[in-house]
C-alpha cells in the first residue's frame, strides 16, 4: 500500500497525460429512509466529489425512470438507495444508459457520525480503491468490482476534486457479502519514515457490508446475469421469528389450558371423594 501511495502521488505520475473520460455518479435515494440511511448517503456524497446529489425518487416500482433523470444531469452512473418497510435499505449501483446494474441488501452499516473516528481526510481528495483478490475468481464477482470501481473511483480533474490522494477505500470479499471500509493514510514523521514506516491507515468511515441480490444486463431492466440464490430476504427473517414466537406462545396457552382443565378434574374428584366420605360416615350410618 505504501508503495502504491508513493507511485500515485510522485511527479511522474501528476504529469498530464491523455484526458480521461469523464465520470459523474447520481446519488439519489426514495421514499421512506431513514436518518441513518440519510447519514450514509451524505458520506458518500462528501466521499465522491464527482458526486451529484438529487432529490428523493417519488416511485419504487419504475426504476428505469432513473436513466432520463441521470441523463438529464449528465451522468454516466446511478447509486440509487431504496428502502423498504422504513428499516430495509438496498442499493442499485447502474451504468447508465446501457447497463449493467447490480442491486444489494445494505446492512451492519455505521456512519461517520456514528463510529466517531480520529482521522481526518481531505474533503474532495481523491482515494486509492483497494479490492480483495477474490473478485477475480468468478465473472459475478468481477462484474461487481467493475462497478464499484466506476462508482467509487474519483477520476483526475474532477468536479469539486482535490489533487491529493490521501484515503484508501477498501473492498473485501467474505462470506459471499462484499465488505466496505474507508481509510485515511497518514503519513509519519521523518524518524519513522527512515525506518520503512511512514505510512499508516487510520479508520474514519463510514462503513458497511454489501449482500449481492442480483445483477441485470441492462440498467435498471433486462435479462438476469447473475442471482443470489443463498440470500434470504429480511421479511422472510423477521417472518420466521415471528412465527417461533406464535409457536412459543401457542405452546404456553395450551399448556395453560391444560394446567386449568386439570386444575378443574382435580377439584371435581375431590368433592366427589367428599361427597363419599360423608355417606360412609358413622355419625351418619349410625344415627
Not at 177 to 206: F, M, N, S
Amino acid at each position: 500500500m505504501a508503495s502504491l501511495f508513493k507511485a500515485l502521488t510522485s511527479d511522474e505520475s501528476t504529469k498530464k497525460d491523455s484526458p480521461a473520460p469523464k465520470s459523474r455518479i447520481l446519488i439519489l435515494s426514495s421514499r421512506g429512509v431513514t436518518y441513518r440511511h440519510r447519514h450514509l448517503l451524505n458520506d458518500l456524497v462528501c466521499m465522491l466529489p464527482h458526486s451529484r446529489k438529487d432529490a428523493k425518487l417519488d416511485t419504487k416500482n419504475h426504476l428505469h425512470y432513473l436513466n432520463e433523470v441521470a441523463e438529464l444531469y449528465n451522468c454516466n452512473g446511478v447509486a440509487f438507495f431504496e428502502a423498504r418497510k422504513r428499516q430495509d435499505l438496498y442499493l442499485w449501483l447502474s451504468r447508465a444508459p446501457n447497463g449493467p446494474c447490480a442491486k444489494f441488501h445494505v446492512h451492519n452499516l455505521h456512519t461517520m457520525s456514528e463510529l466517531n473516528f480520529t482521522g481526518n481526510a481531505l474533503k474532495g481528495s481523491r482515494a486509492i480503491v483497494s479490492f480483495d483478490k477474490s473478485f477475480d475468481l468468478t465473472p459475478s464477482t468481477a462484474l461487481i468490482k467493475e462497478l464499484l470501481v466506476h462508482t467509487f473511483s474519483v477520476p483526475r480533474g474532477a468536479r469539486k476534486s482535490k489533487p491529493f490522494i490521501d484515503r484508501v477505500v477498501s473492498f473485501t470479499l467474505a462470506d459471499g457479502k462484499v465488505w466496505v471500509r474507508h481509510y485515511q493514510i497518514q503519513i509519519g514523521e521523518k524518524k519513522e519514515a527512515e525506518k520503512g514506516e511512514d505510512t499508516e491507515l487510520i479508520e474514519i468511515g463510514p462503513r458497511f457490508v454489501l449482500t449481492p441480490i442480483v445483477i441485470l444486463e441492462g440498467s435498471f431492466g433486462g435479462p438476469k446475469v447473475f442471482e443470489n440464490k443463498e440470500f434470504v430476504s429480511p421479511n422472510a427473517v423477521r417472518r420466521e421469528v415471528r412465527e417461533r414466537k406464535a409457536l412459543r406462545a401457542g405452546g404456553r396457552e395450551g399448556a395453560r389450558v391444560k394446567r386449568s382443565v386439570k386444575k378443574k378434574e382435580v377439584a371435581r374428584e375431590q368433592a366427589v371423594a367428599k361427597a363419599m366420605e360423608r355417606e360412609i360416615d358413622d355419625a351418619v350410618l349410625f344415627a
